[in-house]
């Protein structure tokens, strides 16, 4: 018995250092740095520790609130779509129907697709004067066209579609495995006792897929709060700060500005809402997964 | 039995530790012997490869031995920048010779990233560069790079439009306007536009816009009191002019997310009267494989707000050498070679950039084949640096910020928006006054 205990710690071991050295390291690191005045283009200044004051800073710096905004509604918009889309798409894909696992296999290619090249893409279908996005809308008529990502309200919209059109296969992903644990029974029952479509939809897909959704929710949330490329690619912030999203601010104000503390301090920031985020979903799926399980 | 699986177990990791530690090992001797010879150097994608590798060629068959290792980071400056910063931070010794844009040398001498050259690089042979780029290379009384080519912001147009209807080449921004609006009324194609400019949020727009407000007698910060002069009403009337009448009246709202290449590509499509940019763009929009306009296009200084009163931002690129090179003499060389009379002359000709040596404006076949440079030399010794200081990156940061909120949006309040710029400048401006002698 003390022996297998060894050996399933010594089995362990590597995954534990593994996540020691580029998990747990570079939190507790961040955290640190996070108290301390260190500007690499000022060493002279040396690192000072300065306890809350980043934080106070951060939290009276009308850019991090307007880029918290942004992200906010950057994920409560894209989230709420893309289990929307999710679902359908697996609705969808549960039917059997010929070509099933072709199509299930073309679904994923958005999300297969590295973001940077994707984000690419999407800021050339935004352009203004050759952009297929302008061509569908107007086709020919040249004096109409729209310039999305010049514009302080369509750039975040520019960013959510493209980030809803790269994402939406994983949520339909998660949900369709969901889909496919709920067992065909209790839909023959219904079927039995008359139920339709929407009824079986309401009062077996949904209260069954709980689970599922919620992971994605969970999974999607966290993601989402750490949109970075895509606002690197298509907009580097602008126009007017407009898509200047959290984590974007918090590597601009690191790598480019060299305020490694205050940088540390949004990292902290939204590694902390990341953190209680999960932990809210978490809880919530945990009681889900016992309604779902109750006889 | 389960011990048995443990010793196993603990065999194997430790085989396998082994193995990795040897071949770590293995790998930094192999490092360390190559590296005796071998020079990093650190840039971007060249415009004229094929100049570059025979510089690069020739340096080698000088230095027998010696092997360039070039990296290519990205092409944007800004991503470049942090590339070498993470660099630099890291004190890599992978890293002996890089490329530094011109806002860099105050920020990589003051973090004690870039090697003060001054050993190197004598006065007199200091004396043979142009002045501007030159200085912006200086910081606290020491040289940090060698200039290899400058640019500066210039004005392009179309001759043929301005000529067709009887327009004289605008001498002030608002001849420039208005000769734009007759030509737009005249011409009636809806996709032609009067003016095309680098107005995204990023460093570009930091030129474009210090290029009005000092056209305008305005600056963007005073370096004696060390303090942002945005607010001032020189500098606020420039940036109401751009959003009524440049971005309101003549040029359209993608502009707002252009940067060089989207902006030269409208003109070279014909689609752009005026257009600003750097010198690189004559041979662009003069090369019928590229552009629609090729033979049609005229260059001048910028205009002003009143006449001849026009303000150039200086760009450029320079060598620096990194202060945690092992072998500094020879990343020297490197530098003093490939900025060099020879490789900057050969550098003009492929791709039209212009020099930094001023012996190089009377160079004979320099002037047969990129005719339009001597002229432009008074606009190079005249370009104007954005502030040469260690924060630098967050003052750009502010003032991109800013600019692009004046420009995207309409109604947005300019004197309120400049306070609050000119706050956090200031902001960023009192770290350096922290500063007990180094």
């Given at each position: 018995m003390k022996g297998s205990q060894r050996l399933g710690a010594i089995f362990l071991l590597p995954s534990f250092l593994f996540v020691a050295i580029f998990s747990i390291f570079p939190i507790i690191e961040s955290f640190r740095l996070s108290f301390h005045r260190l500007i690499l283009t000022l060493p002279w200044l040396g690192q000072k520790m300065v306890g809350w004051e980043n934080y106070s800073d951060l939290a009276s710096d009308p850019v991090a609130l307007a880029a918290t905004m942004t992200t906010v509604i950057f994920i409560g918009v894209t989230v709420s779509l893309e289990l929307l889309f999710g679902l359908a798409i697996a609705l969808i894909l549960n039917e059997a129907f010929h070509g099933r696992s072709l199509l299930r296999a073309v679904v994923l290619i958005p999300w297969a697709i590295p973001t940077v090249v994707s984000s690419q893409m999407w800021r050339f279908i935004f352009n203004d004067r050759y952009g297929l996005a302008n061509l569908l809308l107007f086709g020919a008529d040249t004096s109409r066209y729209l310039a999305p990502l010049a514009d302080s309200y369509f750039a975040l919209i520019a960013i959510m579609i493209a980030e809803v059109w790269k994402t939406t296969p994983f949520a339909a992903l998660i949900i369709?495995?969901?889909?496919?644990?709920?067992?065909?029974?209790?839909?023959?029952?219904?079927?039995?006792?008359?139920?339709?479509?929407?009824?079986?939809?309401?009062?077996?897909?949904?209260?069954l897929l709980k689970p599922a959704l919620l992971l994605a929710l969970l999974f999607r949330t966290i993601d989402a709060l750490r949109v970075f490329d895509l606002v690197f690619v298509m907009t580097q912030g602008g126009p007017a700060d407009a898509t200047n999203v959290l984590q974007f601010y918090g590597y601009k104000k690191t790598f480019a500005e060299g305020m490694i503390g205050y940088g540390s301090a949004i990292a902290v920031a939204v590694f902390s809402m990341s953190l209680v985020l999960s932990l809210a979903y978490l809880r919530a799926f945990r009681t889900s997964r016992l309604d779902g399980t109750r006889p | 039995m389960a011990d048995y699986t443990v010793q196993c177990f603990i065999l194997f990791a430790m085989k396998t530790l082994l193995i990795c530690i040897g071949f770590a090992l293995g790998v930094e001797g192999a490092a360390a012997q190559a590296q005796t010879n071998e020079l990093r150097f650190v840039t971007w994608r060249a415009e004229a490869p094929q100049v570059w590798d025979q510089g690069i060629a020739d340096f080698e068959r000088q230095n027998p031995g010696v092997k360039v290792i070039r990296e290519i980071g990205p092409q944007s400056s800004t991503q470049l920048h942090d590339l070498l910063a993470q660099k630099l931070k890291n004190r890599d010794t992978r890293l002996d010779v890089f490329v530094m844009d011109v806002i860099w040398p105050a920020e990589f001498a003051s973090a004690g990233w870039a090697l003060p050259l001054d050993r190197y690089f004598t006065a007199d042979e200091q004396k043979k560069f142009l002045s501007a780029p030159l200085a912006a290379n200086q910081y606290g009384g020491q040289i940090f790079g060698v200039p290899?080519?400058?640019?500066?912001?210039?004005?392009?147009?179309?001759?043929?439009?301005?000529?067709?209807?009887?327009?004289?080449?605008?001498?002030?921004?608002?001849?420039?306007?208005?000769?734009?609006?007759?030509?737009?009324?005249?011409?009636?194609?809806?996709?032609?536009?009067?003016?095309?400019?680098?107005?995204?949020?990023?460093?570009?727009?930091?030129?474009?816009?210090m290029e009005f407000i000092l056209g305008n007698g305005g600056a963007l910060w005073d370096p004696v009191r060390m303090v942002s002069t945005l607010d001032q009403p020189a500098a606020l009337t420039a940036m109401g002019f751009v959003r009524d009448r440049i971005v309101g009246e003549i040029s359209h709202r993608g502009v707002l997310a252009y940067e060089e290449p989207e902006s030269l590509a409208l003109f070279t499509q014909g689609l752009a009267i005026f257009h600003r940019n750097w010198?690189?763009?004559?041979?662009?929009?003069?090369?019928?494989?590229?552009?629609?306009?090729?033979?049609?296009?005229e260059m001048s200084p910028l205009p002003g707000f009143s006449p001849g009163k026009g303000v150039a931002a200086l760009g450029g690129w320079q060598f620096g050498i990194s202060r945690f090179s092992t072998k500094p003499d020879l990343a020297w060389r490197f530098a003093a070679h490939m900025t060099g009379t020879a490789m900057q002359k050969r550098i003009a000709l492929a791709t039209g950039r212009a020099p930094t040596r001023m012996a190089l404006y009377d160079d004979p076949e320099i002037k047969r084949q990129i005719q339009q440079l001597p002229a432009l030399l008074d606009t190079f010794k005249q370009a104007v640096p954005r502030p040469a200081t260690p924060v630098y990156a967050p003052l750009s940061n502010i003032m991109q910020r800013y600019f692009s909120s004046v420009l995207a949006l309409p109604n947005t309040d300019i004197n309120k928006r400049a306070g609050l710029a000119a706050r956090d400048m200031n902001r960023a401006l009192d770290l350096l006054r922290d500063r007990r002698s180094p």
């Amino acid at each position: 018995m003390k022996g297998s205990q060894r050996l399933g710690a010594i089995f362990l071991l590597p995954s534990f250092l593994f996540v020691a050295i580029f998990s747990i390291f570079p939190i507790i690191e961040s955290f640190r740095l996070s108290f301390h005045r260190l500007i690499l283009t000022l060493p002279w200044l040396g690192q000072k520790m300065v306890g809350w004051e980043n934080y106070s800073d951060l939290a009276s710096d009308p850019v991090a609130l307007a880029a918290t905004m942004t992200t906010v509604i950057f994920i409560g918009v894209t989230v709420s779509l893309e289990l929307l889309f999710g679902l359908a798409i697996a609705l969808i894909l549960n039917e059997a129907f010929h070509g099933r696992s072709l199509l299930r296999a073309v679904v994923l290619i958005p999300w297969a697709i590295p973001t940077v090249v994707s984000s690419q893409m999407w800021r050339f279908i935004f352009n203004d004067r050759y952009g297929l996005a302008n061509l569908l809308l107007f086709g020919a008529d040249t004096s109409r066209y729209l310039a999305p990502l010049a514009d302080s309200y369509f750039a975040l919209i520019a960013i959510m579609i493209a980030e809803v059109w790269k994402t939406t296969p994983f949520a339909a992903l998660i949900i369709l495995a969901g889909l496919q644990t709920i067992a065909d029974e209790l839909y023959e029952a219904a079927s039995i006792d008359g139920a339709t479509w929407w009824q079986k939809f309401r009062l077996i897909t949904l209260p069954l897929l709980k689970p599922a959704l919620l992971l994605a929710l969970l999974f999607r949330t966290i993601d989402a709060l750490r949109v970075f490329d895509l606002v690197f690619v298509m907009t580097q912030g602008g126009p007017a700060d407009a898509t200047n999203v959290l984590q974007f601010y918090g590597y601009k104000k690191t790598f480019a500005e060299g305020m490694i503390g205050y940088g540390s301090a949004i990292a902290v920031a939204v590694f902390s809402m990341s953190l209680v985020l999960s932990l809210a979903y978490l809880r919530a799926f945990r009681t889900s997964r016992l309604d779902g399980t109750r006889p | 039995m389960a011990d048995y699986t443990v010793q196993c177990f603990i065999l194997f990791a430790m085989k396998t530790l082994l193995i990795c530690i040897g071949f770590a090992l293995g790998v930094e001797g192999a490092a360390a012997q190559a590296q005796t010879n071998e020079l990093r150097f650190v840039t971007w994608r060249a415009e004229a490869p094929q100049v570059w590798d025979q510089g690069i060629a020739d340096f080698e068959r000088q230095n027998p031995g010696v092997k360039v290792i070039r990296e290519i980071g990205p092409q944007s400056s800004t991503q470049l920048h942090d590339l070498l910063a993470q660099k630099l931070k890291n004190r890599d010794t992978r890293l002996d010779v890089f490329v530094m844009d011109v806002i860099w040398p105050a920020e990589f001498a003051s973090a004690g990233w870039a090697l003060p050259l001054d050993r190197y690089f004598t006065a007199d042979e200091q004396k043979k560069f142009l002045s501007a780029p030159l200085a912006a290379n200086q910081y606290g009384g020491q040289i940090f790079g060698v200039p290899l080519f400058i640019d500066a912001g210039l004005l392009y147009y179309r001759k043929d439009l301005l000529a067709k209807h009887q327009l004289a080449p605008p001498r002030t921004w608002i001849d420039l306007v208005e000769s734009a609006k007759i030509i737009l009324a005249r011409e009636r194609d809806p996709q032609l536009v009067g003016f095309s400019a680098q107005f995204k949020q990023y460093e570009g727009l930091v030129c474009n816009m210090m290029e009005f407000i000092l056209g305008n007698g305005g600056a963007l910060w005073d370096p004696v009191r060390m303090v942002s002069t945005l607010d001032q009403p020189a500098a606020l009337t420039a940036m109401g002019f751009v959003r009524d009448r440049i971005v309101g009246e003549i040029s359209h709202r993608g502009v707002l997310a252009y940067e060089e290449p989207e902006s030269l590509a409208l003109f070279t499509q014909g689609l752009a009267i005026f257009h600003r940019n750097w010198p690189y763009a004559w041979a662009i929009a003069n090369d019928p494989g590229k552009s629609q306009i090729a033979g049609k296009v005229e260059m001048s200084p910028l205009p002003g707000f009143s006449p001849g009163k026009g303000v150039a931002a200086l760009g450029g690129w320079q060598f620096g050498i990194s202060r945690f090179s092992t072998k500094p003499d020879l990343a020297w060389r490197f530098a003093a070679h490939m900025t060099g009379t020879a490789m900057q002359k050969r550098i003009a000709l492929a791709t039209g950039r212009a020099p930094t040596r001023m012996a190089l404006y009377d160079d004979p076949e320099i002037k047969r084949q990129i005719q339009q440079l001597p002229a432009l030399l008074d606009t190079f010794k005249q370009a104007v640096p954005r502030p040469a200081t260690p924060v630098y990156a967050p003052l750009s940061n502010i003032m991109q910020r800013y600019f692009s909120s004046v420009l995207a949006l309409p109604n947005t309040d300019i004197n309120k928006r400049a306070g609050l710029a000119a706050r956090d400048m200031n902001r960023a401006l009192d770290l350096l006054r922290d500063r007990r002698s180094p």
